[in-house]
Nanobody, 122 residues
Framework: QVQLVESGGGLVQAGGSLRLSCAAS????????MGWFRQAPGKEREFVAA????????YYADSVKGRFTISRDNAKNTVYLQMNSLKPVDTAVYYC???????????????WGQGTQVTVSS
């Protein structure tokens, strides 16, 4: 089992950047594919980005491609989401998740963090 804790959220102006971190404890993070998801008020949780166990393969939602970068440091048991050129539509609670495979559906992930709020002002 693994416990996940997100950090790095906050309030930023449109066009700005934030870097989210997801720190794991318990089982080593290298055992899992990792994903970032987000949920805005009144909307369903949606896929943002995912990364394979090794970090060699990454996947992005079309809405964030070219602006967000997912990465991982297995030695530090941490996954990151670098978010650039932020837009007001990116405002949401961001969650990291651990699972067996790199997929885009939240139901496929076994472990979740508590989320971190990202608010982008116009």
């Amino acid at each position: 089992q693994v416990q996940l804790v997100e950090s790095g959220g906050g309030l930023v102006q449109a066009g700005g950047s934030l870097r989210l971190s997801c720190a794991a404890s318990g089982r080593t993070l290298s055992s899992y594919a990792m994903g970032w998801f987000r949920q805005a008020p009144g909307k369903e949780r949606e896929f943002v980005a995912a990364i394979s166990r090794s970090g060699f393969n990454t996947y992005y939602a079309d809405s964030v491609k070219g602006r967000f970068t997912i990465s991982r440091d297995n030695a530090k048991n941490t996954v990151y989401l670098q978010m650039n050129s932020l837009k007001p539509v990116d405002t949401a609670v961001y969650y990291c998740a651990a699972g067996a495979a790199v997929v885009t559906t939240p139901q496929a992930y076994d472990y979740w963090g508590q989320g971190t709020q990202v608010t982008v002002s116009s």
